[in-house]
């Protein structure tokens, strides 16, 4: 398949260099001096046994509209990004063409094919102006979970920390040959890509630990470890997850795990920093709206109250605003 991975970062560069190596017909959408390595000497995937390998993708590029007509476009920048990159895609695309959202937090398109009261509700942390429903058909959407660890370590050099796994759904929760075909071609490059028939249900999972534990390291510069171990910070990601459970649970949501569960595995991750801990180091934009404004407005659908999220998401904000400004 034509496959075009637009933002070939660190999860995207190593999804896309694995796949490129499987045979698929690679393009990657990178910037910068990452993107003239990529161009000069190729991306190196760094495994985590330590192996090396060399991808030559058949485009890298800058400029979407470069890469032509794809089978499977796979979303892979951060969900601030998305407004900016979503009416550039349109020349992607044919009829069938798949599109595959691999951001954290709550997607913009959670309220399509949903059903019940708030069918195609907008959600306004992830897409204020509605320019991704806008030039995204719905129809072309299959629901990712991303979990490998992966680190952009030089320009053009991606390593490998740990996991495999990429879960897949169709936003509908039907299993379609389409999605069946995406899952094999992930499956053959290495990857676990299984087909999950209630998609929602492994975002909320996975943000239900991501949307206490990531800001929380961002306003103390702590790993996942010491905020699991300190009692203090524990107990706050224990209230903002109740906080989260109870919107959760009112869309329909059955975690299937106790919290204690996920805080535990979270610390078993050990010095890990987050994703949003490496952004505010880096004094870049935070995904805090897709993963915690976005369930607050959540919060205040469905009127459950957030005080424990509230407080922490005005400080995170107020820190972003500032290293920003800086």
Not at 50 to 56: D, E, L, P, R, W
Not at 272 to 278: E, F
Not at 279 to 296: C, F, S
Request: glycine residues 8%; hydrophobic residues 40%; negative net charge.
């Amino acid at each position: 398949m034509k496959i075009c991975i637009v933002g070939a970062g660190a999860i995207g560069g190593y999804l896309g260099g694995k796949l490129s190596l499987a045979g698929e017909d690679v393009t990657l959408i990178a910037r910068g001096r990452h993107l003239e390595a990529i161009q000069s000497k190729g991306l190196e995937l760094i495994m985590a046994d330590g192996s090396t390998q060399v991808v030559t993708p058949s485009l890298a590029t800058s400029d979407i509209t470069e890469a032509g007509v794809q089978d499977v476009v796979v979303l892979a920048v951060k969900a601030q990004s998305l407004p900016a990159i979503a009416p550039l895609l349109s020349s992607l695309y044919h009829s069938h063409t798949m599109v595959v959202t691999a951001q954290n937090g709550i997607p913009w398109w959670y309220f399509y094919k949903h059903g019940g009261e708030y069918e195609r509700q907008q959600i306004h942390a992830v897409d204020p102006d509605n320019s991704i429903a806008a030039n995204i058909d719905v129809d072309r959407v299959i629901g990712c979970v991303v979990y490998p660890a992966t680190t952009l370590t030089a320009p053009g050099v991606i390593q490998h920390i740990e996991g495999d796994r990429f879960s897949l759904g169709e936003i509908d929760n039907s299993k379609t040959e389409r999605i069946q075909q995406l899952a094999q071609s992930f499956k053959s490059a290495g990857f676990k890509a299984p087909i999950r028939t209630q998609i929602r249900t492994e975002i909320w999972i996975k943000l239900w630990g991501n949307l206490a534990f990531n800001p929380i390291s961002a306003l103390t510069r702590a790993t996942l470890e010491q905020i699991c171990q300190y009692p203090l910070t524990r107990d706050l990601a224990k209230q903002m997850m109740t906080e989260a459970q109870m919107i959760a649970e009112k869309l329909g949501i059955e975690f299937g795990i106790t919290l204690e569960q996920r805080i535990n595995g979270a610390e078993k991750v050990g010095a890990h920093k987050t994703s949003m801990l490496q952004d505010i180091e880096a004094g870049r934009p935070t995904e805090v709206e897709a993963i915690l404004g976005a369930v607050i407005e959540l919060g205040r659908l469905t009127q459950v109250p957030t005080p424990y999220m509230d407080t922490v998401y005005a400080n995170v904000k107020l820190l972003e605003n500032i290293l920003i400004q800086a």
